[in-house]
């Protein structure tokens, strides 16, 4: 007869990693719906908007930059920019002043891309967070709190 399985938690739902787990898979089904017809991965999609956000105060924006705005790996974010730079949603170009580092920019392409992207992302969040109501910016500072206490997990 196998052992008998002990969980800390007498059920599922008090389980906050297995129930985020759970909402993080809704949610990028919601989010992969909506991208799909885009020709975008979630992932691309997070750094196209990281691209797009830090491009608003740094003309010279490097792969670094992108990784960290994220918080992602460094060599996937390599792969992914290379898929992004073969679709022409990016561009790189030598920096002007780190001869070790790329500026990424978005082409014209991208821009289209992203904002057509950034307003179905926003409108799919709206309602997948709407049962929240008034205790969204509540939530929203509690995964801040998570994400920077847990940041510098490697």
């Known amino acids: 007869m196998a052992k008998k399985i002990e969980f800390k938690f007498k059920s599922s739902s008090e389980s906050s990693g297995y129930l985020l787990g759970q909402l993080t898979t809704l949610l990028q089904r919601k989010h992969k719906k909506v991208l799909d017809p885009l020709n975008l991965t979630q992932t691309?999609?997070?750094?196209?908007a990281a691209?797009?956000?830090?491009?608003?105060?740094?003309?010279?924006?490097?792969?670094?930059?992108?990784a960290n705005q994220g918080n992602a790996d460094?060599?996937?974010?390599?792969?992914?920019?290379?898929?992004?730079?073969?679709?022409?949603?990016?561009?790189?170009?030598?920096?002007?002043?780190?001869?070790?580092?790329k500026v990424i920019e978005l082409t014209n392409t991208g821009s289209i891309i992203l904002q057509k992207a950034l307003t179905a992302i926003?409108?799919?969040d709206i309602e997948f967070f709407k049962s929240l109501g008034e205790n969204q910016t509540l939530f929203n500072k509690n995964m801040l709190k998570i994400i920077n206490q847990n940041k510098d997990l490697s």
């Open 122 to 124: 926003e409108e799919a």
């Open 74 to 101: 460094r060599m996937m974010v390599s792969k992914v920019l290379r898929t992004l730079e073969e679709k022409e949603f990016i561009r790189r170009q030598e920096h002007p002043t780190d001869t070790r580092a």
């Open 44 to 48: 691309q999609f997070v750094l196209l």
């Open 51 to 66: 691209l797009g956000w830090l491009s608003k105060e740094n003309d010279h924006v490097t792969q670094i930059d992108i």
